[in-house]
């Protein structure tokens, strides 16, 4: 929630942009390139407050204070990995935390966000799903972290970001009320090409839907891990509101819009869901919705004793995909040393914190 009943900039769609602060300029009978200057200290300056649009008469920046606000995170914790990997813990304004990830590779500098406080979903892999859900991040909240990483990675001479995902802490199509606004920011307002920005989702049929009818090509991240119903159901509950027939029918819509690529994320669960016997069931959905499928080592969490699958494994299972004419990437795991996996960094966090207030409990 922005910190009082002012509109937060952040979250406006440029075109609402546009047209609040022609309207407060309006009234106030200021000139024209006043809204104009405004958006550039968003978009381009990526200014972190009003009182910083430093072209602005004071009593402008005094006025614009008294109607709008500019939601921003504050950094409560940078950690950096040995191999390149920074992942932040914001602070929001109450008090709440979330996280994001930048990811450098060879060609790219990717940049994972959070979309919820916590998660609903409970998915029994995943470290934000043992934390149970806090609350909806705003347009504004998501649209943030991007600004703040950018600074970040501009002040340390990081390079450009060039791909966001939502793969960081909340299931995106839970948050559709923010979570597409968000997206329309991030492509119409910073100029971050849709191609280049994924959604991933555990699978929301009726998000995946609403998504498919967007007329920009955001990418799709299914976060399959099994294909089958029973094993699907035992790690994402979700599975039992949309079984995987439904979402593959949602999946096809998806693909039909053309141009529209679908990713499967499969973690591999030592024992669980990386019997060799799984591959061609997998293969088969794959091909019939055109996916790239993304095989993820699991990163042990605190609250299972699972382990990943061993790489031969992995191997294995690859081979038998790409034997089946889908093509398979073999991920490797970033940032363990600073805990990158989904939820980790908050969760140790939030320990600490509750160790620090003298909390015996939960
Ligand atoms: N809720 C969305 C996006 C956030 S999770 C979703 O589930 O898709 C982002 C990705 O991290 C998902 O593919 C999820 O399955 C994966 N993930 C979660 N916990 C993990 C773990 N312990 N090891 C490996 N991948 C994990
Ligand atoms: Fe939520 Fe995604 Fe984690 Fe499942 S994997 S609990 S949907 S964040």
Same mark, same amino acid.
């Given at each position: 929630?922005?910190?009082?009943?002012?509109t937060? /900039?952040?979250?406006?769609?440029?075109?609402e942009?546009?047209?609040?602060?022609?309207?407060?300029?309006?009234?106030? &009978?200021q000139?024209?390139?006043? +809204? $104009?200057q405004?958006?550039? !200290?968003?978009?381009?300056?990526?200014?972190?407050?009003?009182?910083? =649009?430093?072209?602005?008469p004071?009593?402008e920046?005094?006025?614009?204070?008294?109607?709008?606000? *500019?939601?921003?995170?504050?950094?409560a914790?940078?950690?950096?990995?040995?191999?390149?990997?920074?992942?932040?813990? !914001?602070?929001l304004?109450?008090?709440?935390?979330?996280?994001s990830?930048?990811?450098?590779?060879?060609?790219? =500098?990717?940049?994972?966000?959070?979309?919820?406080?916590?998660?609903?979903?409970?998915?029994t892999?995943?470290?934000?799903g043992?934390?149970?859900?806090? %609350?909806q991040?705003t347009?504004?909240?998501?649209?943030?972290?991007?600004?703040? +990483? %950018?600074? !970040?990675?501009?002040?340390?001479?990081?390079? @450009?970001?060039?791909?966001?995902?939502y *793969? &960081? =802490?909340g299931?995106p199509?839970?948050?559709?009320? +923010?979570?597409?606004?968000?997206?329309?920011?991030?492509n119409?307002?910073?100029?971050v090409?849709?191609r280049?920005?994924?959604v991933?989702?555990?699978? =929301?049929?009726?998000?995946i839907?609403? /998504?498919?009818?967007?007329?920009?090509?955001?990418r799709? #991240?299914l +976060?399959?891990? #099994?294909?089958?119903?029973?094993?699907?159901?035992?790690?994402?509950?979700?599975?039992?509101?949309?079984?995987?027939?439904?979402?593959?029918?949602?999946?096809?819509?998806?693909d039909?819009?053309?141009?529209?690529?679908?990713?499967?994320?499969?973690?591999?669960?030592?024992?669980?869901?990386?019997?060799?016997?799984? #591959?061609?069931?997998? $293969?088969?959905?794959?091909?019939?919705? %055109?996916?790239?499928?993304?095989l993820?080592?699991?990163?042990?969490?605190?609250y299972?004793?699972?382990l990943?699958? @061993?790489?031969?494994q992995?191997?294995?299972?690859? #081979?038998?995909?790409?034997?089946?004419?889908?093509?398979?990437?073999?991920?490797?795991?970033? &940032?363990?040393?600073?805990?990158?996996?989904?939820?980790? /960094?908050?969760?140790?966090?939030?320990?600490?914190?509750?160790?620090?207030?003298g909390?015996?409990?939960?």
């Open positions: 929630m922005p910190p009082t009943q002012a937060d /900039l952040l979250s406006l769609t440029p075109d942009l546009d047209l609040a602060l022609k309207e407060h300029f309006e009234a106030r &009978g000139p024209a390139y006043r +809204s $104009a405004v958006r550039r !200290w968003i978009y381009e300056g990526l200014a972190p407050s009003i009182e910083q =649009m430093t072209d602005l004071v009593g920046r005094e006025a614009l204070h008294d109607r709008f606000a *500019m939601v921003e995170a504050e950094a914790q940078v950690a950096l990995s040995e191999d390149g990997t920074v992942k932040h813990l !914001w602070r304004a109450d008090g709440e935390l979330i996280e990830v930048l990811i450098p590779s060879r060609k790219r =500098m990717t940049l994972c966000i959070s979309s919820q406080a916590g998660c609903a979903i409970g998915c892999f995943c470290a934000t043992w934390g149970g859900f806090d %609350r991040l347009a504004g909240e998501i649209v943030c972290q991007y600004r703040a +990483s %950018r600074r !970040w990675v501009e002040k340390n001479e990081r390079g @450009p970001i060039t791909n966001i995902v *793969m &960081g =802490m299931e199509l839970a948050n559709r009320k +923010s979570v597409f606004p968000s997206l329309t920011i991030l119409q307002g910073y100029g090409g849709a280049r920005i994924t991933s989702t555990v699978g =929301m049929v009726p998000g839907l609403e /998504l498919a009818e967007r007329p920009e090509q955001f799709l #991240a +976060s399959l891990h #099994a294909p089958e119903t029973e094993l699907r159901g035992s790690l994402i509950p979700l599975e039992k509101r949309h079984p995987l027939p439904e979402l593959l029918e949602a999946l096809k819509k998806f039909d819009g053309g141009g529209k690529r679908i990713t499967f994320e499969y973690t591999m669960i030592g024992g669980i869901n990386d019997d060799l016997a799984l #591959a061609p069931k997998l $293969a088969k959905i794959a091909n019939q919705v %055109r996916a790239f499928v993304n993820i080592p699991f990163n042990p969490i605190p299972q004793d699972w990943p699958s @061993p790489p031969e992995i191997r294995a299972f690859a #081979a038998v995909l790409e034997a089946a004419g889908v093509s398979a990437a073999v991920r490797e795991t970033r &940032g363990r040393d600073i805990d990158a996996a989904c939820g980790q /960094l908050r969760g140790h966090t939030l320990v600490q914190l509750e160790k620090g207030r909390s015996a409990t939960t």
